[in-house]
Protein backbone atom coordinates (compact mmCIF):
# COMPACT_ATOMS: atom_id res chain seq x y z
CA UNK A 1 0.00 0.00 0.00
CA UNK A 2 1.20 3.41 -1.08
CA UNK A 3 0.98 6.45 2.15
CA UNK A 4 2.15 9.71 1.63
CA UNK A 5 1.91 10.60 5.37
CA UNK A 6 3.29 7.87 6.95
CA UNK A 7 6.49 5.09 6.02
CA UNK A 8 4.97 1.33 6.80
CA UNK A 9 8.40 -1.07 7.13
CA UNK A 10 8.99 -4.22 8.74
CA UNK A 11 11.93 -5.90 10.15
CA UNK A 12 10.93 -9.63 11.25
CA UNK A 13 7.73 -9.40 13.02
CA UNK A 14 7.42 -6.16 14.05
CA UNK A 15 5.20 -3.92 11.31
CA UNK A 16 6.70 -0.30 12.20
CA UNK A 17 4.40 2.82 11.40
CA UNK A 18 6.98 5.74 10.67
CA UNK A 19 4.79 8.79 11.21
CA UNK A 20 6.19 10.87 8.05
CA UNK A 21 5.06 14.78 7.69
CA UNK A 22 9.04 16.26 8.50
CA UNK A 23 7.30 19.57 7.28
CA UNK A 24 4.50 20.44 9.81
CA UNK A 25 6.14 18.40 12.67
CA UNK A 26 3.93 15.50 11.78
CA UNK A 27 1.22 17.25 12.98
CA UNK A 28 -2.09 14.70 12.83
CA UNK A 29 -4.15 15.48 9.93
CA UNK A 30 -7.10 13.46 8.82
CA UNK A 31 -4.86 11.63 6.03
CA UNK A 32 -2.49 10.73 8.50
CA UNK A 33 -5.17 9.34 10.93
CA UNK A 34 -6.60 7.52 7.94
CA UNK A 35 -3.16 6.31 6.57
CA UNK A 36 -2.16 5.12 10.25
CA UNK A 37 -5.77 3.20 10.87
CA UNK A 38 -5.16 1.52 7.56
CA UNK A 39 -1.39 0.57 8.14
CA UNK A 40 -2.63 -0.79 11.60
CA UNK A 41 -5.54 -2.94 10.44
CA UNK A 42 -2.99 -4.31 7.38
CA UNK A 43 -0.35 -5.75 10.12
CA UNK A 44 -3.16 -6.63 12.55
CA UNK A 45 -4.50 -8.96 9.52
CA UNK A 46 -0.80 -9.86 8.80
CA UNK A 47 -0.48 -13.14 10.38
CA UNK A 48 3.52 -12.64 10.01
CA UNK A 49 3.24 -9.74 12.43
CA UNK A 50 3.26 -10.14 15.84
CA UNK A 51 4.02 -6.62 17.39
CA UNK A 52 3.22 -3.20 16.06
CA UNK A 53 5.87 0.00 16.53
CA UNK A 54 4.61 3.42 16.16
CA UNK A 55 7.58 6.19 16.03
CA UNK A 56 8.11 9.59 14.58
CA UNK A 57 11.56 11.53 13.94
CA UNK A 58 14.73 12.82 15.81
CA UNK A 59 12.37 16.26 16.42
CA UNK A 60 9.31 15.00 16.83
CA UNK A 61 7.05 12.29 17.69
CA UNK A 62 4.10 14.72 16.61
CA UNK A 63 3.46 18.32 17.67
CA UNK A 64 -0.30 17.43 17.98
CA UNK A 65 -2.99 17.78 15.93
CA UNK A 66 -2.72 19.50 12.52
CA UNK A 67 -3.85 23.09 14.13
CA UNK A 68 -4.19 24.51 10.00
CA UNK A 69 -6.37 21.74 9.50
CA UNK A 70 -9.31 22.37 12.36
CA UNK A 71 -8.96 26.13 12.88
CA UNK A 72 -11.94 26.46 10.02
CA UNK A 73 -14.00 23.89 11.27
CA UNK A 74 -16.86 24.49 13.03
CA UNK A 75 -18.97 22.03 15.79
CA UNK A 76 -21.44 20.78 13.28
CA UNK A 77 -17.92 19.49 11.55
CA UNK A 78 -16.61 18.23 14.33
CA UNK A 79 -19.76 16.70 15.73
CA UNK A 80 -21.23 15.05 12.37
CA UNK A 81 -17.95 14.00 11.55
CA UNK A 82 -17.13 12.34 15.39
CA UNK A 83 -13.62 13.79 14.89
CA UNK A 84 -10.85 12.07 16.12
CA UNK A 85 -12.69 9.17 16.79
CA UNK A 86 -11.17 7.24 13.99
CA UNK A 87 -8.55 6.63 16.18
CA UNK A 88 -9.94 4.53 18.70
CA UNK A 89 -8.93 1.42 16.16
CA UNK A 90 -5.12 2.14 17.51
CA UNK A 91 -6.36 1.30 20.88
CA UNK A 92 -8.75 -1.35 19.77
CA UNK A 93 -5.53 -3.31 17.80
CA UNK A 94 -5.23 -6.85 19.51
CA UNK A 95 -1.44 -6.74 19.21
CA UNK A 96 0.78 -5.20 21.27
CA UNK A 97 1.85 -1.62 20.24
CA UNK A 98 5.05 -0.03 21.48
CA UNK A 99 5.17 3.82 21.00
CA UNK A 100 9.11 4.98 20.37
CA UNK A 101 9.20 8.77 21.24
CA UNK A 102 12.11 11.49 20.49
CA UNK A 103 11.12 14.81 20.51
CA UNK A 104 7.85 16.27 20.71
CA UNK A 105 4.77 14.50 21.45
CA UNK A 106 2.42 17.05 22.29
CA UNK A 107 -1.79 17.23 22.21
CA UNK A 108 -2.71 14.73 19.87
CA UNK A 109 1.08 13.28 19.97
CA UNK A 110 1.17 12.56 23.43
CA UNK A 111 -2.32 10.94 23.00
CA UNK A 112 -0.98 9.00 20.15
CA UNK A 113 1.61 7.37 21.86
CA UNK A 114 -0.58 7.07 25.23
CA UNK A 115 -3.15 5.27 22.80
CA UNK A 116 0.08 2.45 22.36
CA UNK A 117 0.08 -0.28 25.27
CA UNK A 118 3.85 0.52 25.68
CA UNK A 119 5.79 3.56 25.31
CA UNK A 120 9.86 4.18 25.55
CA UNK A 121 11.05 7.66 25.64
CA UNK A 122 13.98 9.23 23.92
CA UNK A 123 15.87 11.71 26.58
CA UNK A 124 14.63 14.29 23.98
CA UNK A 125 10.94 13.81 24.06
CA UNK A 126 8.83 16.17 25.35
CA UNK A 127 5.41 15.36 26.58
CA UNK A 128 2.70 17.52 26.92
CA UNK A 129 -1.32 18.49 26.43
CA UNK A 130 -0.97 22.12 25.43
CA UNK A 131 -4.57 22.40 24.17
CA UNK A 132 -6.17 24.53 26.37
CA UNK A 133 -3.38 26.94 25.12
CA UNK A 134 -5.33 26.99 21.52
CA UNK A 135 -8.51 27.33 23.33
CA UNK A 136 -9.53 23.41 23.44
CA UNK A 137 -9.11 20.39 25.41
CA UNK A 138 -7.40 16.84 24.87
CA UNK A 139 -9.78 15.48 22.10
CA UNK A 140 -8.18 12.00 21.35
CA UNK A 141 -7.96 10.23 24.88
CA UNK A 142 -5.73 12.83 26.73
CA UNK A 143 -7.83 13.56 29.78
CA UNK A 144 -8.60 10.25 30.30
CA UNK A 145 -5.63 8.29 29.76
CA UNK A 146 -2.60 10.92 30.93
CA UNK A 147 -4.60 10.92 34.40
CA UNK A 148 -4.63 7.52 34.21
CA UNK A 149 -0.92 7.13 33.93
CA UNK A 150 0.30 9.87 35.91
CA UNK A 151 -2.34 10.55 38.17
CA UNK A 152 -4.77 13.67 38.75
CA UNK A 153 -2.69 16.09 39.89
CA UNK A 154 0.16 16.18 37.01
CA UNK A 155 -2.69 15.24 34.85
CA UNK A 156 -4.57 18.55 36.35
CA UNK A 157 -1.53 20.65 36.11
CA UNK A 158 -0.37 19.31 32.78
CA UNK A 159 -4.14 19.94 31.09
CA UNK A 160 -4.45 22.97 32.67
CA UNK A 161 -1.34 25.35 32.47
CA UNK A 162 -0.52 23.47 28.90
CA UNK A 163 3.55 23.39 29.99
CA UNK A 164 5.65 19.88 28.79
CA UNK A 165 7.55 17.73 31.03
CA UNK A 166 10.80 16.46 29.93
CA UNK A 167 11.69 12.41 29.11
CA UNK A 168 12.47 12.52 33.23
CA UNK A 169 9.70 13.83 34.60
CA UNK A 170 7.35 11.70 32.48
CA UNK A 171 9.21 8.11 33.13
CA UNK A 172 8.70 8.91 37.34
CA UNK A 173 5.43 10.25 36.82
CA UNK A 174 5.11 6.59 35.13
CA UNK A 175 3.92 7.92 31.52
CA UNK A 176 7.01 5.61 30.15
CA UNK A 177 8.10 2.44 30.49
CA UNK A 178 12.02 3.57 30.05
CA UNK A 179 14.25 6.68 28.95
CA UNK A 180 17.05 5.97 26.65
CA UNK A 181 19.58 7.91 24.62
CA UNK A 182 18.14 9.85 21.48
CA UNK A 183 20.26 7.74 19.34
CA UNK A 184 19.71 4.21 20.45
CA UNK A 185 15.91 4.84 20.25
CA UNK A 186 14.81 2.89 17.49
CA UNK A 187 17.44 -0.07 18.08
CA UNK A 188 16.07 -0.26 21.39
CA UNK A 189 12.31 0.05 20.73
CA UNK A 190 12.74 -2.75 17.95
CA UNK A 191 14.58 -4.79 20.43
CA UNK A 192 11.68 -4.80 22.60
CA UNK A 193 9.01 -5.54 19.89
CA UNK A 194 11.19 -8.52 19.06
CA UNK A 195 10.93 -9.87 22.19
CA UNK A 196 7.28 -9.48 22.46
CA UNK A 197 6.55 -10.47 18.43
CA UNK A 198 8.75 -13.66 19.30
CA UNK A 199 6.71 -14.93 21.91
CA UNK A 200 2.83 -17.07 21.73
CA UNK A 201 0.77 -14.19 19.57
CA UNK A 202 -2.53 -15.53 21.29
CA UNK A 203 -0.72 -15.69 25.06
CA UNK A 204 0.83 -12.13 24.36
CA UNK A 205 -2.82 -10.73 22.92
CA UNK A 206 -4.54 -12.27 25.94
CA UNK A 207 -2.03 -10.84 28.68
CA UNK A 208 -2.73 -7.37 26.44
CA UNK A 209 -5.98 -8.04 26.74
CA UNK A 210 -5.44 -8.35 31.10
CA UNK A 211 -3.81 -5.73 31.64
CA UNK A 212 -6.35 -3.23 29.52
CA UNK A 213 -9.07 -4.69 31.26
CA UNK A 214 -7.91 -3.46 34.76
CA UNK A 215 -8.78 0.09 33.22
CA UNK A 216 -12.23 -1.07 32.51
CA UNK A 217 -13.35 -2.61 35.88
CA UNK A 218 -13.10 -3.43 39.46
CA UNK A 219 -9.86 -5.32 40.87
CA UNK A 220 -12.39 -8.50 41.82
CA UNK A 221 -13.50 -8.83 38.61
CA UNK A 222 -10.71 -8.07 36.86
CA UNK A 223 -8.87 -10.34 38.40
CA UNK A 224 -11.51 -12.95 37.70
CA UNK A 225 -11.04 -11.96 34.30
CA UNK A 226 -7.18 -12.44 34.38
CA UNK A 227 -8.06 -16.26 35.85
CA UNK A 228 -10.46 -17.14 33.51
CA UNK A 229 -8.13 -16.00 30.40
CA UNK A 230 -4.74 -17.51 32.30
CA UNK A 231 -6.99 -21.15 32.60
CA UNK A 232 -8.02 -20.47 28.57
CA UNK A 233 -3.86 -20.49 27.46
CA UNK A 234 -3.71 -24.09 28.53
CA UNK A 235 -6.33 -24.78 25.67
CA UNK A 236 -2.79 -23.43 23.61
CA UNK A 237 -0.20 -25.69 21.75
CA UNK A 238 1.96 -22.85 22.97
CA UNK A 239 0.98 -23.36 26.84
CA UNK A 240 2.22 -26.90 26.31
CA UNK A 241 5.64 -26.34 24.20
CA UNK A 242 6.58 -23.59 26.79
CA UNK A 243 6.13 -26.03 29.77
CA UNK A 244 7.71 -28.60 27.88
CA UNK A 245 10.54 -26.16 27.09
CA UNK A 246 11.50 -25.49 30.63
CA UNK A 247 11.20 -28.83 31.95
CA UNK A 248 13.35 -30.21 28.90
CA UNK A 249 15.88 -26.96 29.55
CA UNK A 250 15.50 -25.58 26.14
CA UNK A 251 14.34 -22.85 24.20
CA UNK A 252 11.06 -22.93 23.04
CA UNK A 253 9.44 -22.86 19.60
CA UNK A 254 5.81 -20.90 19.99
CA UNK A 255 3.69 -22.23 17.11
CA UNK A 256 1.15 -19.61 17.24
CA UNK A 257 3.33 -16.45 16.50
C1 LIG B 1 -0.03 22.18 12.40
C2 LIG B 1 2.13 22.48 13.08
C3 LIG B 1 1.82 21.95 14.35
C4 LIG B 1 0.49 21.54 14.59
C5 LIG B 1 3.90 22.50 14.32
N1 LIG B 1 3.42 22.80 13.11
N2 LIG B 1 2.96 21.97 15.09
N3 LIG B 1 1.21 22.57 12.13
N4 LIG B 1 -0.39 21.66 13.59
N5 LIG B 1 0.11 21.00 15.74
C6 LIG B 1 4.14 23.37 11.98
C7 LIG B 1 4.43 24.84 12.21
O1 LIG B 1 3.31 25.60 11.88
C8 LIG B 1 5.56 25.06 11.26
O2 LIG B 1 5.06 25.15 9.96
C9 LIG B 1 6.35 23.76 11.34
O3 LIG B 1 5.42 22.78 11.85
C10 LIG B 1 7.52 23.82 12.31
O4 LIG B 1 7.05 24.29 13.56
P1 LIG B 1 7.69 25.54 14.32
O5 LIG B 1 6.64 26.04 15.23
O6 LIG B 1 8.30 26.49 13.38
O7 LIG B 1 8.83 24.80 15.14
P2 LIG B 1 9.45 25.23 16.55
O8 LIG B 1 9.63 26.73 16.61
O9 LIG B 1 10.64 24.37 16.74
O10 LIG B 1 8.33 24.87 17.63
C11 LIG B 1 7.97 23.54 17.82
C12 LIG B 1 6.65 23.48 18.66
C13 LIG B 1 5.58 24.35 18.00
C14 LIG B 1 6.96 24.00 20.09
C15 LIG B 1 6.24 22.01 18.77
O11 LIG B 1 5.50 23.98 16.61
C16 LIG B 1 4.22 24.19 18.59
O12 LIG B 1 3.92 24.74 19.66
N6 LIG B 1 3.31 23.46 17.92
C17 LIG B 1 1.94 23.30 18.34
C18 LIG B 1 1.88 22.37 19.49
C19 LIG B 1 0.45 22.18 19.95
O13 LIG B 1 -0.23 23.14 20.37
N7 LIG B 1 -0.06 20.95 19.84
C20 LIG B 1 -1.39 20.67 20.24
C21 LIG B 1 -2.26 20.79 19.04
S1 LIG B 1 -3.94 20.63 19.49
P3 LIG B 1 5.41 26.43 9.01
O14 LIG B 1 4.64 26.14 7.77
O15 LIG B 1 4.99 27.62 9.76
O16 LIG B 1 6.90 26.34 8.84
C22 LIG B 1 -4.19 19.01 19.64
C23 LIG B 1 -5.58 18.73 20.02
C24 LIG B 1 -6.00 17.34 19.99
O17 LIG B 1 -3.37 18.19 19.45
C25 LIG B 1 -7.47 17.18 20.20
C26 LIG B 1 -8.27 18.32 20.71
C27 LIG B 1 -8.77 19.29 19.69
Redesign the pocket.
Same mark, same amino acid.
Do not use: S, W
Given at each position: TDFDTILLGRKGRVGIITLNRP? &? #?N???SQLMREVVSAVEELENDSEIGAILVTGSD? &?FA &???? =?? %??QPKSYMDVYLDD +? +?SAWDRLAAARKPTIAAVAG?A #?? @? @?C %?LAMLCDILIAADTAKFG? /? %?I? #?G?? /? @? =?G @?SQRLTRAVGKAKAMELCLT?RNMDAEEAERAGLVSRIVPAADLLDEALQTATTIAEMSLPVAMMAKEAVNRSFETTLTEGVRFERRVFHSTFATEDQKEGMAAFVEKRSPVFKHR
Open positions: K &A #LALNR &A &AGAD =IK %EM +F +FY #LG @G @G %EQ /P %EK #LVI /P @G =I @GG
